[in-house]
């Protein structure tokens, strides 16, 4: 199993970036994906999940209306949709394949991550 996950970089507030995770080596389509993120000193915190089949999706509160996660089982990609960037979004984002849709927010379940790619937001 290998996930890899792109598309980090410097931006300003208010910018947008997308994120994507490609993941080799299982049956993509047959996992539920999520996003966590954790910046410098803080533990490793939920971001977004998205089902096996797309029709669940769930994301942190304090990103809710501003990102967005999807998937193209056809591309084996997740994708993380960052919109309206703000200083405190910065971090270090990894993608990881959920046990179950259930625990999709329970990093600690987790046992296949990607190596992460960084987010700096300046104001």
């Known amino acids: 199993v290998q996930l890899q996950a792109s598309g980090g970089g410097l931006v300003q507030a208010g910018d947008s970036l997308r994120l994507s995770c490609v993941g080799s080596?299982?049956?993509?389509?047959?996992?539920?994906m999520g996003w966590f993120r954790q910046a410098p000193g803080k533990g490793r915190e939920f971001v977004a999940g998205?089902?096996?089949?797309?029709?669940?999706?769930v994301s942190r509160d304090s990103v809710e209306g501003r990102f967005a996660i999807a998937r193209d089982d056809a591309k084996n990609t997740v994708y993380l949709q960052m919109n309206s960037l703000k200083p405190e979004d910065t971090a270090i984002y990894y993608c990881?394949?959920?046990?179950?849709?259930?625990?999709?927010?329970?990093?600690?379940?987790?046992?296949?991550w990607g190596q992460g790619t960084q987010v700096t937001v300046s104001s």
């Open positions: 990881g394949r959920a046990p179950e849709w259930r625990l999709v927010k329970v990093g600690s379940k987790y046992r296949h």
């Open positions: 998205i089902s096996e089949d797309s029709s669940l999706v």
């Open positions: 080596g299982f049956t993509f389509s047959a996992y539920t």
